[in-house]
Every structure is written in C-alpha cells, then in structure tokens.
C-alpha cells in the first residue's frame, strides 16, 4: 500500500529538548515536504527536498532542520523546540517537484512543546 | 506567504445540496490541486486541474480554474453528510518548486 509513515503521532516535550519526527515513503517519490498546521493559518510549508542531498526552505524554516540522505526518508529536526512550535505537522510526497503531481500525506504529528 | 485564500471559511449545509468553496490566488501558476481533510488527519488529494484546463470533474465533484481572475472553485453535488471536512486549495506557482496551501474551507452537511 502507498504511503506516508510518519513518527510519532503525538509527542510533548520540553523547551530546548532536541527532537525528531520521522518521515518515510514507499512511493520512490522524489518530493518530500513538511508543512506545519496552525488555526487559522492553513498549512505553510517548512522545507522540501527535489531529491537526495537536495534540501530548500519554505515559507517558515526558523527553527526546523532537515536532511535527505535517503530517498525515502525525510526526518525533521528540532534543535531546540520553542512553544511556538507547537503545532500538527506534516509530511508529504510526490512524484515530481512542486504541485505538477498530488501530494500524498502522512497522518500527522501534534507536537506540544511546554 | 499564503498564495491561496479559500471562502467561504466556514459553510453548513444540507444534505444533498450542493457545495461551492471559492480559492483566489496571487501569482501565475502552473497547477492548481485541492484537498481534502478529515478533522486533525492527513490531507487527501481530490483533483489537480492544469492552468491550460478550465474544467474538470471527478464524480460528485467539478472544479473550474479562471486564470485571469486568479480563481478556482470547487462544487461538490448532491452533499452527504460523509463530506463533512475542510477543504483546501494548493498551487505551484511559476518558477518555483513549492506547493502552497490556501487556509481551508470547513464543511459541516447536516444529515
């Protein structure tokens, strides 16, 4: 089955706690975002990768790093969460760059930070 | 930056009438796609329309793309309450890689 594989679905933690969340895909997509979910903002996007080793900003990177070592995985690094970070997060793929193809999302991680 | 804006934000309607969310944009784009999401859970992919198409339909739903006003707009017939969700626009503007989302529509269809 395609999918989106995203980890863990729900996590607290503290101010200035490093953390993960992981992502991986099993569709060979060479695409992969992130994309924060606040009320009333929508979703804005983080950072994406067109490809392995190939990493951009979004609209709001501050705070976020990410790597592509792998095609299928794309984690997302908090170095030292801030409770504005607070937020659902998602992760996406698709087969090509942008919007040219649809997007496949995982089902999300809230995220506190207290 | 947000490149779509949704509206209605909210709309409540029967079951089986007809839906209509609205999407303007800012910029020249080359797709645009919209979505749909259950309460708190991943996005869903409806349908892509291309910025050379004016119309396209897939089942219950038709969406119409304008590029001179910068709009699109999503009708969703015969509603069920089974549709109950929020909606939303993306697009991939000219020279850029990025996928922009709008800020939703929530749609409440009351059995």
């Known amino acids: 089955e395609a999918q989106v594989t995203q980890n863990p679905r729900y996590l607290i933690t503290v101010t200035g706690k490093k953390l993960t969340v992981t992502c991986s895909q099993n569709m060979n997509h060479e695409y992969m975002s992130w994309y924060r979910q606040d009320p009333g903002l929508g979703l804005r996007q983080i950072y994406y990768s067109m490809n392995v080793e190939v990493t951009d900003k979004g609209d709001v990177p501050e705070g976020y790093k990410v790597s592509r070592k792998e095609k299928r995985n794309f984690p997302l690094i908090l170095e030292s969460p801030s409770p504005n970070q607070t937020s659902l997060y998602f992760c996406a793929s698709s087969a090509n760059r942008g919007g040219s193809t649809e997007a496949f999302f995982g089902q999300g991680t809230r995220l506190t930070v207290v | 930056s947000q490149q779509g804006e949704e509206d209605p934000q909210a709309l409540s309607i029967q079951e089986g009438e007809n839906a209509t969310m609205n999407c303007s944009y800012k910029?020249?784009?080359?797709?645009l796609q919209w979505y749909r999401q259950n309460s708190g859970r991943g996005l869903v992919h409806l349908i892509l329309?291309?910025?050379?198409?004016r119309e396209k339909h897939s089942g219950r739903l038709r969406v119409t793309l304008d590029t001179s006003k910068k709009s699109s707009s999503l009708l969703i017939t015969a509603s069920r309450a089974a549709d109950t969700a929020s909606y939303f626009c993306?697009?991939?503007?000219?020279?850029?890689?990025?996928?922009?989302f709008g800020t939703g529509t929530r749609l409440q269809v009351f059995p």
């Open positions: 910029t020249s784009i080359n797709n």
């Open positions: 993306a697009t991939d503007a000219y020279n850029t890689d990025k996928l922009i």
């Open positions: 329309i291309r910025s050379n198409e």
